[in-house]
Protein backbone atom coordinates (compact mmCIF):
# COMPACT_ATOMS: atom_id res chain seq x y z
CA UNK A 1 0.00 0.00 0.00
CA UNK A 2 1.30 3.40 -0.63
CA UNK A 3 -0.50 6.75 0.79
CA UNK A 4 0.50 10.00 -0.92
CA UNK A 5 -0.37 13.50 0.50
CA UNK A 6 -0.10 16.34 -2.46
CA UNK A 7 0.42 20.08 -0.93
CA UNK A 8 1.26 23.54 -2.36
CA UNK A 9 -2.22 24.25 -4.46
CA UNK A 10 -3.28 27.71 -4.39
CA UNK A 11 -4.52 30.63 -6.26
CA UNK A 12 -2.35 32.64 -8.43
CA UNK A 13 -2.14 34.59 -11.38
CA UNK A 14 -1.77 33.88 -15.01
CA UNK A 15 1.91 34.03 -15.82
CA UNK A 16 2.40 33.05 -11.94
CA UNK A 17 4.23 29.92 -10.66
CA UNK A 18 3.75 26.98 -7.84
CA UNK A 19 5.22 24.20 -6.85
CA UNK A 20 3.21 21.62 -5.52
CA UNK A 21 4.60 18.24 -3.67
CA UNK A 22 3.71 15.13 -2.85
CA UNK A 23 4.70 12.88 0.46
CA UNK A 24 4.47 9.34 -0.27
CA UNK A 25 4.56 6.27 2.13
CA UNK A 26 4.20 2.67 2.66
CA UNK A 27 6.16 0.98 0.13
CA UNK A 28 9.82 2.06 -0.69
CA UNK A 29 9.42 4.97 -2.72
CA UNK A 30 12.38 4.84 -4.97
CA UNK A 31 10.86 1.82 -6.02
CA UNK A 32 8.08 3.20 -8.47
CA UNK A 33 7.39 5.65 -10.99
CA UNK A 34 5.11 8.66 -9.95
CA UNK A 35 2.93 10.80 -11.88
CA UNK A 36 0.78 14.01 -12.36
CA UNK A 37 -2.74 14.28 -12.96
CA UNK A 38 -5.23 16.87 -12.89
CA UNK A 39 -9.30 17.09 -13.25
CA UNK A 40 -10.62 20.62 -14.15
CA UNK A 41 -14.96 20.32 -13.84
CA UNK A 42 -16.60 18.93 -16.19
CA UNK A 43 -13.73 17.63 -17.76
CA UNK A 44 -12.07 13.71 -17.67
CA UNK A 45 -8.54 13.27 -15.66
CA UNK A 46 -5.89 14.66 -18.18
CA UNK A 47 -2.54 12.79 -17.46
CA UNK A 48 0.23 15.88 -16.81
CA UNK A 49 3.38 14.24 -16.80
CA UNK A 50 5.10 11.39 -15.20
CA UNK A 51 8.81 10.46 -13.94
CA UNK A 52 10.32 7.13 -13.57
CA UNK A 53 11.70 5.87 -10.30
CA UNK A 54 15.65 7.03 -10.36
CA UNK A 55 14.36 10.63 -11.57
CA UNK A 56 16.43 10.27 -14.85
CA UNK A 57 13.55 9.88 -16.96
CA UNK A 58 10.08 12.39 -17.37
CA UNK A 59 7.46 12.52 -19.50
CA UNK A 60 4.90 15.15 -20.39
CA UNK A 61 1.45 16.66 -21.49
CA UNK A 62 1.87 18.56 -24.56
CA UNK A 63 -0.19 20.91 -22.88
CA UNK A 64 2.14 21.51 -20.26
CA UNK A 65 5.66 20.90 -22.09
CA UNK A 66 8.09 23.81 -21.88
CA UNK A 67 5.93 25.33 -18.52
CA UNK A 68 5.85 22.36 -16.10
CA UNK A 69 8.98 19.94 -14.45
CA UNK A 70 8.38 17.08 -12.73
CA UNK A 71 11.25 15.75 -9.79
CA UNK A 72 11.98 13.68 -7.09
CA UNK A 73 13.72 13.52 -3.89
CA UNK A 74 13.86 9.45 -3.01
CA UNK A 75 15.45 10.52 0.42
CA UNK A 76 12.24 12.45 1.15
CA UNK A 77 9.89 10.32 -0.20
CA UNK A 78 8.64 13.55 -2.25
CA UNK A 79 7.72 13.94 -5.64
CA UNK A 80 7.12 17.68 -7.20
CA UNK A 81 5.34 19.85 -9.97
CA UNK A 82 6.97 23.05 -10.53
CA UNK A 83 4.65 25.08 -12.64
CA UNK A 84 5.67 27.91 -14.30
CA UNK A 85 3.89 30.60 -16.57
CA UNK A 86 0.75 29.25 -15.34
CA UNK A 87 -2.59 29.53 -17.42
CA UNK A 88 -5.93 29.79 -16.44
CA UNK A 89 -6.39 26.51 -18.68
CA UNK A 90 -3.95 25.01 -15.94
CA UNK A 91 -7.19 25.38 -13.11
CA UNK A 92 -7.73 21.98 -11.54
CA UNK A 93 -7.31 19.78 -8.52
CA UNK A 94 -3.74 18.34 -9.10
CA UNK A 95 -3.65 14.22 -7.36
CA UNK A 96 -0.14 12.53 -7.51
CA UNK A 97 0.14 9.33 -8.23
CA UNK A 98 2.00 6.31 -7.77
CA UNK A 99 2.02 2.49 -9.91
CA UNK A 100 1.44 -0.35 -9.36
CA UNK A 101 3.64 -2.99 -10.74
CA UNK A 102 1.10 -5.83 -10.50
CA UNK A 103 -1.46 -4.44 -12.04
CA UNK A 104 0.68 -2.26 -14.46
CA UNK A 105 -1.45 0.87 -14.10
CA UNK A 106 -1.24 4.38 -12.11
CA UNK A 107 -3.42 2.58 -8.65
CA UNK A 108 -2.73 4.91 -5.85
CA UNK A 109 -3.43 8.18 -5.44
CA UNK A 110 -3.58 11.03 -3.29
CA UNK A 111 -6.84 12.96 -2.15
CA UNK A 112 -5.56 16.71 -4.31
CA UNK A 113 -4.98 19.58 -4.28
CA UNK A 114 -6.66 22.96 -5.70
CA UNK A 115 -4.46 25.10 -8.32
CA UNK A 116 -6.91 28.30 -9.59
CA UNK A 117 -4.92 30.56 -11.99
CA UNK A 118 -6.90 34.03 -12.48
CA UNK A 119 -6.49 35.78 -15.66
Known amino acids: QVQLVESGGGLVQAGGSLRLSCVAS????????MAWFRQAPGKEREFVGGINWSGDSTTYADSVKGRFTISRDNTKSTVYLQMNTLKPEDTAVYHCAAWNSFLNKYDYWGQGTQVTVSS
Open 26 to 33: GRTFSSYP
